[in-house]
């Protein structure tokens, strides 16, 4: 760990993949700043050369992310139990509460109207699970109920599978 790798080895490596018929290398810049995935880069375009072929180059970027949004006072977390109903406000530039948790869509997507009722909405990687029960118009927020016990944190991670 923390070792400076070999480039000329790791580049070597990659040539007998590229030699065994590898033609796409895919950079994930969900990890790593673009000066390491530059570094990357020049070590496949080394390999390039040492096998004699072009291959490509695959640039996975991150999209879009829906976060909780920083909470109102010294809150760190706020804790909830099954059954519990509490509120998410997509209104972009509001902080979250115990009752309205806010969400921070990147780019300032209005995600409202992408969102039905029953539309499960896991935070924290899963961690905390809701499901829409009722949609509010006049605020433009979800009713959700808590399917686990668990806390939601500021800044974490949302997701809301099978919406568009």
Known sequence: WGEK????????NIAK????????????????????????MATVKRAEEIAGKKVGFLLDTKGPEIRTELFEGDAKEY???TGEKIRVATKQGIKST???????VAGGLDIY???????????????L????????????EFVV????????????????????
């Open 113 to 127: 109207d992408d969102v039905e009722v029953g539309r499960q909405v896991l935070v924290d990687d899963g961690k």
């Open 145 to 164: 109920e808590v399917e686990n016990d668990g806390v939601i944190a500021k800044q974490k991670g949302v997701n809301i599978p099978n919406t568009k």
């Open 98 to 104: 115990r009752d309205v948790i806010a969400l921070n």
């Open 17 to 40: 993949l590229i030699e065994a018929g590898a033609n796409t290398f895919r950079f994930n810049f969900s990890h790593g700043d673009h000066q390491e995935q530059g570094e990357r």
């Open 129 to 140: 699970g809701l499901r829409v029960v009722e949609k509010d118009d006049a605020s433009r």
């Open 5 to 12: 790798l070999d480039v000329e080895a790791s580049a070597q």
């Open 79 to 81: 804790s909830y139990k």
